[in-house]
Nanobody, 121 residues
Framework: QVQLVESGGGLVQAGGSLRLSCAAS????????MGWYRQAPGKQRELVAT???????NYADSVKGRFTISRDNAKNTVYLQMNGLKPEDTAVYYC???????????????WGQGTQVTVSS
């Protein structure tokens, strides 16, 4: 059973920083792309940042220059360093990853359970 487990959310004042982590566990062959998405109350889930297995990154315009996505392939973990947080960053943040369960398999997409980030003004 593959799981993505997030940690690092919490309450922070505007201008502060948080670091989210997401570790993949279970039985799988490899991890391709990984990413972070967020969903604020009453809004649709939106992309925050993605990173390929080779380290190529992509960011939503709203977080460029403030957030940094990275990954440690040896630990099957993706990180999101969030600096200069704003109240509008308040949301549940979800980890996402494409995994191959075997060398022969197609990619399967997985989501974490989400972690709350609240930024007070």
């Amino acid at each position: 059973q593959v799981q993505l487990v997030e940690s690092g959310g919490g309450l922070v004042q505007a201008g502060g920083s948080l670091r989210l982590s997401c570790a993949a566990s279970g039985s799988f062959f490899s991890i391709n792309g990984m990413g972070w998405y967020r969903q604020a109350p009453g809004k649709q889930r939106e992309l925050v940042a993605t990173i390929t297995s080779g380290g190529t990154t992509n960011y939503a315009d709203s977080v460029k220059g403030r957030f940094t996505i990275s990954r440690d392939n040896a630990k099957n973990t993706v990180y999101l360093q969030m600096n200069g947080l704003k109240p509008e960053d308040t949301a549940v943040y979800y980890c996402n990853a494409d995994l191959k369960l075997g060398s022969w398999s197609r990619l399967y997409n997985y989501w974490g359970q989400g972690t709350q980030v609240t930024v007070s003004s």
